[in-house]
């Protein structure tokens, strides 16, 4: 007689994964997705620990709507390995690898002047191994060969701000064809060095700081950081609001430590003028950080936190799943004034045709797609052909009765964008050999573009 099981309600489908209780990286094992209630899970066999379940996500009916998200794949130009063992193990990028570099990393040290607790990368004091100008050439030879017009790099580590030629290594990305530039920091060099900050403003437009920022409280703070950093913080963003550079804070959450945080993160971020907005990462199973148990948290659960918080105005609606990468990438845009101080935000995922936001070209930064931007405008102003021609009456409606008077094609630059993006990587847990094809977030090296999940497990490549 048929029985149903005990441990699950449906069954989605199968992929890949890898068993996170001997954490053998050498092989993956047949994994199953399935649902318990709401919630949905990786269910692995591995031959040598049995069966073990991991949840991929809170929110059954938000893991069916990133499906419908999806988008035509939008390739690397060129790949850079073959396939000889399979995914993941030919990173890459191999000719399997279902998206172009919408973000490319290009880690310049391991040197920091601090020692988180929750370092992917475990750089510390004393590692060294600066990059050179010739390497850091190297990886720009290697980028512009799989993707012949980047969107955005980011020079990252360690922490880049310790490397000694960092601001010659930040105006030679900058005249790259690359079309943006950021600059990931812990912001303690932004604090204490005026100088500093003047060469970063001269670095023009297209130029963006992405600041640590992970939490308002010191007991947190010394939990994941490892010191209480609010006044550094504090400091390196009355720097930034006074050169007026762009800055989008950066928020590690830890379940259990920062997430009651998310909503009085985003109100913070509404109190400046240089902030763009918020990106929040799950904490992941990588370098230092040890994320098992209690700790995790899903996209998902980042999500709610969102959405719930009444304090924000995104909706469910106006936090949507990025077409490129959808379960892994979630998105809300709003249209950003400052009135006395604090910023009022206009959300408009929510209101634009689905349509319009899969048909993009797969990138993390639609703000700086000028296409997008003009769609936006179109969308929201309704004065024009296109605008009346794509757009439903009920959509309109919603439009003008939201939609703030001062936006005009004239004024929406980028200062009025603010975005909050939620990005949660894989490692040995929630690692789902489908998806981690459409990672969009790719490691420069001198000779590869590897995916940055893949890069951060430790996986022994085969090439
Ligand atoms: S993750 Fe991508 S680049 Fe790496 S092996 Fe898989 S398909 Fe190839
Ligand atoms: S997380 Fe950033 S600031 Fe902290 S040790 Fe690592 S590189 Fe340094």
């Not at 963003?237 to 989008?248: A, V």
């Amino acid at each position: 007689m048929a029985h149903y099981s005990r441990q699950y309600d449906l069954f989605l489908g199968s992929t890949q994964s890898f068993c996170h209780l001997c954490g053998d990286l050498r092989h993956l094992v047949d994994t199953h997705i399935v649902t318990r209630g709401d919630e949905v899970y990786l269910r692995k066999f591995c031959p040598g620990c049995g069966e073990s379940m991991a949840k991929i996500s809170s929110d059954l009916d938000y893991y069916k709507k990133c499906e419908a998200y999806l988008k035509r794949p939008d390739l690397p130009e060129k790949a850079l390995t073959q396939v000889l063992r399979g995914c993941p193990y030919d990173c890459g990028v191999c000719p399997q690898h279902q998206n172009h570099p919408c973000l490319a990393l290009f880690d310049i040290t391991d040197e920091c002047n601090m020692e988180c607790n929750i370092c992917y990368h475990a750089a510390a004091p004393g590692l060294g191994n600066h990059k050179s100008m010739e390497q850091i050439g190297q990886m720009l030879s290697t980028l512009l060969s799989v993707e012949s017009e980047p969107d955005l790099i980011q020079v990252t580590g360690g922490e880049p701000t310790t490397h000694p030629q960092i601001i010659e290594i930040l105006r030679t990305l900058k005249t790259s064809p690359a079309r943006h530039l950021m600059l990931n920091t812990n912001g303690i060099r932004i604090a204490e060095d005026e100088a500093f900050v003047k060469e970063l403003k001269a670095l023009g437009g297209g130029f963006e700081v992405y600041l640590q920022f992970d939490s308002l409280e010191r007991s947190t703070l010394e939990d994941i950081r490892g010191e209480d950093m609010r006044q550094t913080r504090r400091r390196a963003l009355e720097m930034l609001e006074r050169y007026s550079i762009s800055t989008t804070l950066v928020c590690v959450v830890k379940k259990g430590f920062n997430d009651h945080e998310i909503p009085a993160v985003i109100d913070y971020s509404r109190t400046l003028r240089c902030v763009r907005g918020v990106v929040f990462q799950p904490v992941q199973e990588a370098g230092r950080i040890e994320a098992e148990g209690d700790f995790r948290i899903t996209l998902s659960e980042i999500r709610e936190r969102i959405i719930g918080d009444t304090g924000n105005p995104f909706t469910a609606e106006d936090m949507i799943p990025l077409p490129c990468d959808p379960h892994k990438i979630a998105v809300g845009y709003a249209a950003k004034k400052m009135e006395q101080g604090y910023a009022r935000l206009y959300p408009v995922t929510g209101s634009l045709p689905k349509e319009m936001i899969t048909e993009q070209r797969g990138t993390i930064t639609f703000e700086q797609d000028r296409e997008f931007v003009k769609s936006v405008i179109e969308t929201v102003s309704l004065d024009t052909a296109m605008g009346e021609a794509i757009i439903s009456d009920k959509i309109k409606q919603k439009l003008f009765c939201c939609w703030p008077g001062f936006l005009t094609p004239k004024d929406m630059g980028y200062e009025h964008v603010y975005r909050i993006v939620i990005m949660e990587f894989s490692d040995i847990f929630n690692f789902d050999a489908t998806n981690i094809k459409r990672e969009c977030n790719f490691i420069i090296t001198p000779d590869r573009a590897i995916p940055f999940s893949t890069h951060n497990m430790g996986i022994k490549f085969s090439q």
